[in-house]
């Protein structure tokens, strides 16, 4: 298999673990009538909320072989899949019902998705970032992710749940390239030259960063707002940091470039409806028998 195969296919792996990560932890949370330290005591101890820990760290080991292989402009923008994934999860395992609507924008979205990285064409060797533009490249995202989170406050519920919702798509696209250059390292060093590397440290602050923000936007507002923000954000953040940091190219002809733009445009569009044509919760809906006819 080609380094690109590798990159996409384990990019496709990213996007299923994640979905099957939060789908088993959002059932183990959801599950019982539990309050206080005993809901804790009982998710802590529910099968599925362990298992997803499980799924998320295969995630992680997963992202991290796809960023090796492959551009970080290849592999980010594929992660907008994990939306398509947990829809066919909702319907083969809770077996939702989900509408025309749900489907249709789902498919939208992966015509689009394709198109997008197809005409984009992301390619090239990555080279290792310099120092300055290590330093300039994290500058910018903690100044802007600075700035979110002062948008954040006093605002409405929506506006405060769409500040931090794209205050961690740059979190993640940050994290994304912490990932890309630790698992360089620890390829050429093993795991001594792992740990004695600054980007294993930078990917921990810049994951725990977004893991916050994340939970603040879930908390602040409604999903439908924060997860398309994270969703479509986070691919278009880390194309402009693999072409800027790594020297990733693009086809950058006007018709490519044309293309290109109305493909997102129809790609965001397809994650805002799909968001929204979801249900709020993964419980399966249950078919309500018709009542019989009595002869008496």
């Given at each position: 298999?080609?380094?690109?195969?590798?990159?996409?296919?384990?990019?496709?792996?990213?996007?299923?673990?994640?979905?099957?990560?939060?789908?088993?932890?959002?059932?183990?949370?959801?599950?019982?009538?539990?309050?206080?330290?005993?809901?804790?005591?009982?998710?802590?101890?529910?099968?599925?909320?362990?298992?997803?820990?499980?799924?998320?760290?295969?995630?992680?080991?997963?992202?991290?072989?796809?960023?090796?292989?492959?551009?970080?402009?290849l592999v980010q923008p594929l992660l907008v899949?994990?939306?398509?994934?947990?829809?066919?999860?909702?319907?083969?395992?809770?077996?939702?019902?989900?509408?025309?609507?749900?489907?249709?924008?789902?498919?939208?979205?992966?015509?689009?998705?394709?198109?997008?990285?197809?005409?984009?064409?992301?390619?090239?060797?990555?080279?290792?970032?310099?120092?300055?533009?290590?330093?300039?490249?994290?500058?910018?995202?903690?100044?802007?992710?600075?700035?979110?989170?002062?948008?954040?406050?006093?605002?409405?519920?929506?506006?405060?749940?769409?500040?931090?919702?794209?205050?961690?798509?740059?979190?993640?696209?940050?994290?994304?390239?912490?990932?890309?250059?630790?698992?360089?390292?620890?390829?050429?060093?093993?795991?001594?030259?792992?740990?004695?590397?600054?980007?294993?440290?930078?990917?921990?602050?810049?994951?725990?960063?977004?893991?916050?923000?994340?939970?603040?936007?879930?908390?602040?507002?409604?999903?439908?707002?924060?997860?398309?923000?994270?969703?479509?954000?986070?691919?278009?953040?880390?194309?402009?940091?693999?072409?800027?940091?790594?020297?990733e190219r693009l086809a950058s002809s006007p018709?490519?470039?044309?293309?290109?733009?109305?493909?997102?445009?129809?790609?965001?569009?397809?994650?805002?409806?799909?968001?929204?044509?979801?249900?709020?919760?993964?419980?399966?809906?249950?078919?309500?028998?018709?009542?019989?006819?009595?002869?008496?």
């Open positions: 298999m080609t380094s690109t195969g590798v990159a996409v296919s384990f990019a496709l792996l990213t996007a299923l673990a994640n979905a099957t990560a939060v789908m088993m932890q959002h059932v183990a949370t959801a599950a019982g009538a539990h309050r206080g330290w005993a809901w804790v005591r009982h998710v802590v101890r529910h099968p599925l909320w362990l298992l997803g820990w499980v799924g998320m760290l295969g995630s992680l080991v997963f992202q991290a072989i796809a960023l090796h292989a492959g551009p970080l402009s899949s994990e939306l398509v994934l947990a829809l066919v999860l909702r319907r083969l395992w809770r077996r939702q019902r989900l509408s025309r609507r749900a489907w249709a924008s789902a498919g939208v979205t992966t015509l689009a998705l394709a198109t997008v990285l197809v005409v984009m064409d992301p390619h090239g060797v990555a080279r290792a970032p310099t120092r300055a533009a290590w330093v300039t490249t994290t500058a910018v995202s903690v100044l802007a992710v600075g700035a979110l989170v002062l948008v954040a406050r006093g605002a409405g519920p929506a506006r405060r749940a769409a500040s931090f919702a794209t205050a961690t798509a740059v979190l993640w696209a940050l994290e994304a390239t912490f990932i890309k250059s630790a698992t360089d390292a620890l390829v050429a060093g093993g795991v001594a030259g792992l740990v004695t590397s600054w980007p294993l440290y930078a990917l921990i602050a810049a994951g725990l960063a977004g893991l916050t923000t994340e939970q603040l936007a879930l908390r602040e507002g409604p999903l439908r707002v924060s997860q398309p923000l994270i969703v479509i954000v986070d691919p278009l953040v880390s194309v402009l940091y693999g072409v800027g940091l790594f020297h018709g490519a470039l044309a293309v290109t733009a109305l493909a997102v445009v129809a790609m965001s569009a397809g994650v805002v409806v799909m968001t929204g044509a979801v249900p709020e919760t993964l419980v399966p809906e249950v078919a309500i028998p018709a009542p019989r006819n009595s002869d008496t």
